[in-house]
């Protein structure tokens, strides 16, 4: 690889935001209002590695308004895209060839969703760019941040982005452009899920030392447009049970916008066992039960995609801020499991950094520790609202999702209810990580999944055109083996190389030739949604996602 040192211009800022997602957009916007509010000035930067704001946006999405309330307070006549009340929702568990109905009114009352709105949260993102862009705010899409910039005391100073043109061999190309730093009083980073700086930035400055393994699942979506006289606008249906075991948790939703589509999707938690599990797989067997063929026949599949979701909720948040910065929204992790909600955390969690940001950057400080974010975050209802749901995720895993880790986690819920932050299991671990959790292929059984039939049920690599996603191909690998020996020498001997299976998107094959001599491991990175589930679940810890150029991955529409 070319050595040769790299020269690049630099551009100031008082605050560098990587991401545009809820939680970045949200600072940004927070920031320009104190500055408009104390009648000052504050340089504000946002960058975001998908080809528009929004692209690299999946969430279900049900949105719970208090974190937007206090953000936009009058978001109601702003022309926002958030026109679809939920208007009734079920709960239902599946068999293999029916359903049973739970009383909606016995639910506890943090998972029912009155109030909120069905969303697509790529669209909103888009709406709260404009928002942040009318305020003044300096938005660079297609600009991955790939790099950390460091001061000479240890602090983060900024981050290096749209450095493109080096080739797969890892020389630079004739239209190399060495990117630019951008550098910051305090860079706070949004990325979401499992993304790389904040990565980094968690085992540099050990900020997890004190909390559990973050836990995580992986969710699977596609857009359907259905038959007019089937649409219920403003339904919501979760379900769990079958495809599923009693062992693996997770469950699906089924979201009705106002326009004949709907949002339906799967999750699966990834500290299953049987390393022969395929996500994907589970998705598609779900669409085969009759209560969810009858909805999608005569209809279409417009658009698919998949991302990792944070579970591990409040025992599992690490610390916040470090020198330099803060981590916000799902880079430090603050889903309510049981709510299948974060986005609403995620843009409180955005306010309290750029408040502390703004005080800071207004007393002279650079640099240092934003100690009074976490103080916020302590005194949040955020931090409240993941406490009353921190034993959900436990007791489903010790007890499993039908048989009693419902009933307790149900009964968990409503003592917190009754009792805020009681809880007769007090607080409960995590224990493994994702990744320990994934058990030798020895002790399972392989599992049989249906051949796609190209109406309800879709193959992978069909589905992933579906995600508009591409990559420029002549470029350095982003998904990268620390040891390209393992994945034959060890997972495939030992666990049968889940990363056949794990990956929605077909990214990773074991191909055989030679009548089955010289298996070889074929990483196929164009195909790559970002989603990051080889980086949480391969059992080995040998692979590890890093930014591509920036634009590349999916461009999700409505996601």
């Known amino acids: ?43 504000v930067v946002v ?68 109030g909120c709105y069905i969303v697509s949260m790529g669209n909103v993102c888009r709406w709260l760019a404009e928002q942040a862009e009318e305020l003044g705010v300096e938005i660079y899409p297609g600009m991955a941040a790939s790099q950390l910039l460091y001061r000479d005391d240890g602090s983060v100073r900024g981050v290096v982005v749209g450095e493109m043109g080096i080739g797969s061999d890892g020389e630079k190309k004739g239209g190399y452009e060495p990117g630019m730093e951008l550098v910051g009083k305090y860079v706070l980073i949004g990325e979401g899920v499992r993304g790389s700086l904040a990565k980094q930035l968690i085992a540099k400055f050990n900020l997890d030392a004190d909390s559990e393994p973050q836990k995580f699942g992986i969710g699977l979506k596609e857009l359907w447009e259905i038959e007019p ?34 949002a339906l999707g799967f999750v ?24 969810i063929t009858k909805l999608l026949e005569g209809g279409k599949r417009i658009a ?22 803060a981590l916000i929204g799902c880079a430090a992790g603050f889903v309510n499991l049981p709510r299948i909600k974060g986005n609403h955390n995620a843009m409180l969690t955005g306010m309290m950094a750029a408040e502390a940001a703004f005080a800071a ?19 949040s209802g955020v931090k409240a609202e993941l406490k009353k749901a921190r034993n959900a995720k436990p007791l489903w895993s010790r007890f499993g999702t039908l048989i009693g880790g419902i009933a307790f986690a149900g009964f968990d ?10 809880s007769i299991f007090g607080t409960l671990g995590h224990g493994k990580t994702d990744a320990q959790a994934t058990e030798p292929a020895e002790n399972h059984a392989p599992l049989d999944y249906p051949r796609p039939d190209g109406k309800i049920t879709f193959d992978r690599l069909t589905n992933v055109a579906f995600s508009a996603t591409n990559h420029e191909e002549d470029q ?33 094959e074991v191909v055989i030739e030679d009548g089955g001599a010289d298996p070889k491991f074929q990483i196929n990175a164009q195909n790559c949604v970002h989603c990051k589930t080889c980086d949480i679940k391969d059992p080995s810890q040998n692979i590890t996602w890093a930014t591509p150029e920036g634009g590349g991955g999916p461009n999700y529409p409505n996601m």
Not at 236 to 260: A, E, M, R
Request: proline fraction near 9%.
């Open 1 to 43: 690889m070319d050595t040769e040192a790299v020269t690049r211009e630099a551009m100031e800022f008082d605050i560098v935001i990587v991401g545009a997602g809820p939680a970045g957009l949200s600072a940004a916007i927070r920031l320009k209002q104190l500055a408009a509010e104390k009648g000052g000035n504050i340089n």
């Open 47 to 114: 960058v975001e590695k998908g080809s528009e704001v929004g692209a690299h946006i999946l969430s279900g999405a049900v949105l719970d308004p208090s974190g937007l309330d206090r953000l936009l307070p009058d978001w109601r006549n702003m022309g926002s895209p958030i026109d679809t009340p939920v208007a009734s929702e079920s709960f239902k568990v599946l068999g293999a060839s029916g359903s049973l109905p739970l009383p909606v009114f016995a639910m506890p009352p943090m998972v029912k969703n009155h």
């Open 229 to 262: 006289e089937k649409s219920r606008p403003g339904h919501v249906q979760h379900t769990f049970g079958w495809p599923l075991k009693n062992d693996i948790g997770g469950g699906s939703f089924c979201y009705h916008y106002n326009d004949n589509t709907i």
């Open 268 to 291: 699966v938690h990834l500290n299953y066992k049987n390393p022969y599990l395929n996500p994907y797989g589970e998705f598609q067997k779900f669409k085969t039960h009759p209560d």
């Open 304 to 325: 698919y995609g998949a991302r990792a979701i944070t579970e591990g909720g409040y025992q599992s948040v690490p610390k916040l801020a470090f020198p330099g910065g």
């Open 361 to 379: 950057v207004g007393e002279g400080r650079e640099g240092d520790e934003l100690t009074a974010y976490g103080d916020a975050y302590d005194a």
């Open 413 to 422: 819920l409503w003592t917190n209810t009754i009792i805020p932050g009681f």
């Open 476 to 508: 350095p690998a982003h998904l990268k083996l620390k040891d390209p020996s393992i994945p034959i020498d060890v997972n495939l001997p030992v666990y049968a190389e889940p990363a056949q299976r794990y990956c929605p998107a077909g990214v990773y």
